[in-house]
Nanobody, 117 residues
Framework: QVQLVESGGGLVQPGGSLRLSCAASGFTFNYYYVNWYRQAPGKERELVASVSRSGDNTNYADSVKGRFTISRDNAKNTALLQMNNLKPTDTAVYYC??????????WGQGTQVTVSS
């Protein structure tokens, strides 16, 4: 059974940090790019960060550059999103996505991140 399970969300004050985890099972994780998306209330889902299959290449949305770091551990079938200096505008449901041009994609159920004082 294919699963992507996010964890690590929660409530944090502005300027704080959170680390999101994405645990994959049921498919060959290292065949897939991993992306983190987020969706705030009333807004479209947006791509936040991406990491290549090997983990050597990463990309970030301009809004999170310098604050967020995406990484992966293919031996553990996990991906991480380290989020520092969080802002209220980062409040959203964060989703892990594993994508392959040839094999399709999978989504996690999402984890809520709320940045508020």
């Amino acid at each position: 059974q294919v699963q992507l399970v996010e964890s690590g969300g929660g409530l944090v004050q502005p300027g704080g940090s959170l680390r999101l985890s994405c645990a994959a099972s049921g498919f060959t994780f290292n065949y897939y790019y991993v992306n983190w998306y987020r969706q705030a209330p009333g807004k479209e889902r947006e791509l936040v960060a991406s990491v290549s299959r090997s983990g050597d290449n990463t990309n970030y949305a301009d809004s999170v550059k310098g604050r967020f770091t995406i990484s992966r551990d293919n031996a553990k079938n996990t991906a991480l999103l380290q989020m520092n200096n969080l802002k209220p505008t980062d409040t959203a449901v964060y989703y892990c996505n594993a994508a392959s041009i040839s094999m399709g994609e999978y989504w996690g159920q999402g984890t809520q991140v709320t940045v508020s004082s």
